[in-house]
């Protein structure tokens, strides 16, 4: 993985935050013993507000030079064409499939899903056959960095770095693809266990094949934290906050970037909820915990 590391790099540029105007709602919050964070809108500035797939900016210039980049060879024009709508209706198509099998809030597995576009590009004579599976994560990296490009929040790297130094366990629960972790690492310096993280307490979506607001990707955590004392930090009243209070966890509304905050205040489960406290710089946490 360390050649994806290294291209997530060179694809990255700095970004900063747009002021979001939220009112801030910071007093002491005592008796934690884990945080939890959500990754893009909170510890990544996310260009698109959402990881890719789900905020579906799709571009085909962008698949055009991620295929280029990841050494497809065909007809990359046409390819460019048909492949944003192609991967909406298979990412459409998985999700309708896992609903039938019980999955409220289906995950897809993005390296399947490009998988059979590229089958299919080949199927048509778009693209000549290549089964390296490779350069499908090579794809699936290139295409996800020009769509939704990311960089760290301001004082993300500190404020982990603080409170992991404190004692207090740190964790993620977050909608995401393999490439998250890759890209914490790539622009952290560290891959995420290094940074402070407990492996126990990272829960990826497309691990589990569920994303937010499927309560049950908290689940799994009962065993190893208490989550009455376990502090859920995000940029979402629904997927985030609305879902970890189920969960049973205490919750900050991260406020800090226009792009990526979703009050959802049309949604039922969201017009009477309000999160423990409000920031809209991560550093202000570890004056409250």
């Known amino acids: 993985m360390k050649t994806l590391i290294d291209r997530i790099n060179e694809l990255s540029r700095p970004m900063a935050p747009l002021p979001t105007g939220m009112q801030i709602d910071l007093h002491p919050i005592d008796g934690i013993e884990t945080v939890l964070f959500d990754i893009y809108g909170t510890l990544l500035i996310s260009g698109s507000g959402d990881v890719g797939t789900a905020a579906a900016t799709d571009s085909a210039e962008a698949l055009r030079q991620s295929l280029r980049a990841a050494s497809y060879e065909g007809d990359l024009e046409r390819a460019g064409e048909l492949g944003p709508a192609m991967l909406k209706e298979e990412v459409q198509q998985w999700h309708k499939a896992a609903r039938e099998n019980g999955f409220e809030f289906p995950e897809v597995e993005i390296s399947k899903v490009w998988k059979n576009i590229i089958q299919k590009f080949q199927s048509l004579e778009i693209l000549k056959t290549n089964d390296d599976d490779r350069k499908i994560l090579h794809l699936s990296v290139e295409y996800e960095c020009r769509v939704n490009p990311t960089w ?5 790297k500190e404020t982990i770095q603080q409170l992991h130094e404190r004692g207090i366990r740190l964790g993620i629960v977050s909608n995401a693809q393999f490439y998250t972790p890759l890209t914490m690492h790539a622009l952290f310096g560290k891959p995420v266990e290094e940074l402070g993280f407990d492996p126990a307490l990272c829960v990826w979506s497309y ?83």
């Open 152 to 156: 760290p929040m301001p004082g993300a």
């Open 207 to 289: 691990e589990e094949l569920r994303a937010k607001p499927d309560i049950q990707l908290f689940q799994g955590l009962e065993k190893s934290v208490d989550l009455s004392k376990t502090l859920y930090v995000g940029n979402d009243m629904l997927n985030d906050i609305w879902t970890a209070t189920q969960a049973g966890c205490q919750t900050v509304l991260f406020a800090g970037d226009k792009r990526s905050l979703r009050l959802r205040e049309q949604d039922s489960r969201c017009k009477k909820l309000k999160p423990t406290a409000v920031i809209d710089d991560l550093r202000q946490l570890t004056r409250m915990i």
